[in-house]
């Protein structure tokens, strides 16, 4: 029996009583013959009212109170107690002179004064928050000063995991050479989502969802990174990155993500992001204008002439009048190294004669 259903019963019979009293009175009113005419019908109707609207004045503003609560970090929420506790006591101290004001302002301002000073309260502490709450923290320290204050250490972060990265798979290998510090966290609704990915009817994204939850069993296997999956969840919310964002901000703890959308949402909201796709570019090795590479042309490029290769990074090589060189392996000198948001790419020229002979001594 749900809560929800047992208001449903309560709310009736109260109501319903509210309409035998109400049908009483409108039975004197009218007519005293029919008293227990209009009892029962106004019975009944207030039944029916209070099997309709309890939910509405009960368990739904409660649910939505919940979601909107859910949204908001604890900081937001301490801040904002705080600011309210500050304005009720300015509100307090103010009453009794406002109240000793002649009539109406006696009776009126102290009220008006308590919502006043409150709402001031609570928007002073939540835009301040952090430098209020870094004031307590100062203020709230070890009474022996030699004594260090224990810091957050790496070991125990938590990190949210993504459901791209996962199918991405490079966060096994990451995982493996013990750069990242802390603990995996994987919410039940990333898992249900990475499911139903690989329950998809298109062929494509079933390899993709299969690929993440081998990853996941790659991950589950590494002892270096304890990998959780939590059940934790947030109300009132359906979309997963939305609902990854709010996770974080009340974890305190930041995304592990390359999906680029996620990464710009969650840095607006203040979330830290660690992005596969930027540690990735910035591991590549660096090179500069002058410098030779060995490269095997192996396509067309977009421009007449061009050819293009790749490095065992990944990084594109496009050569000018490389197009005669396919499926060849040639010494090139780079012209210019250019960055950009998928990643990085070399342009460069066949080298020439002398050039490779001193390559070569």
Do not use: C, W
């Not at 600011?83 to 000793?100: D, E, H, K, V």
């Amino acid at each position: 029996m749900s809560v929800e259903f047992i208001f449903h019963i309560i709310g009736m019979f109260l109501f319903a009583i509210l309409g035998v009293y109400l049908g009483e009175a409108v039975a004197r009113l009218g007519d005293p013959n029919n008293l227990l005419y209009y009892q029962i019908l106004m019975g009944l109707v207030g039944a029916l009212t209070g099997l309709v609207i309890t939910p509405f004045l009960t368990t739904r503003p409660v649910k939505a109170l919940r979601a909107i609560l859910s949204r908001v970090s604890v900081q937001t929420l301490l801040g904002g107690l705080l600011g309210l506790m500050a304005g009720l006591i300015l509100a307090a101290l103010l009453a009794f002179p406002l109240s000793l004001l002649p009539e109406p302002f006696g009776n009126i301002l102290p009220f008006i004064g308590a919502l006043l000073f409150s709402y001031l309260g609570v928007m002073v502490f939540i835009m301040r928050q952090n430098e209020i709450l870094s004031l307590f923290r100062i203020n709230v320290s070890p009474k022996t000063p030699t004594e260090p204050v224990p810091q957050p250490s790496d070991s125990t972060r938590t990190i949210l995991l993504d459901t791209s990265v996962i199918i991405d798979g490079r966060i096994a290998d990451i995982a493996r050479t013990g750069f990242l510090m802390g603990s995996l966290l994987i919410p039940r609704f990333i898992l249900n989502e990475l499911q139903f990915i690989a329950d998809s009817p298109d062929s494509l994204r079933r390899q993709r969802g299969r690929r993440g939850m081998e990853v996941l069993a790659q991950l589950q296997k590494n002892a270096v990174l304890p990998v959780r999956i939590s059940d934790i969840d947030v109300e009132g919310v359906r979309e997963v990155d939305d609902k990854l964002v709010i996770l974080a901000r009340q974890l305190r703890a930041p995304i592990l993500t390359n999906d680029y959308n996620l990464n710009r949402v969650a840095e607006l909201q203040g979330v830290a992001v660690l992005n596969v796709n930027e540690l990735a570019n910035a591991v590549k090795s660096i090179l500069l204008p002058g410098e030779a590479l060995n490269v095997n042309i192996i396509q067309e490029g977009k421009e007449p002439g061009q050819g293009v290769g790749y490095l065992d990074d990944g990084t594109m090589v496009v050569v000018e009048d490389g197009r005669d060189h396919i499926n060849r392996n040639v010494f090139v000198i780079v012209t210019k190294v250019l960055q950009t948001a998928a990643g990085r790419m070399i342009f460069a020229r066949l080298a020439e004669k002398h050039e490779i002979e001193e390559l070569n001594r």
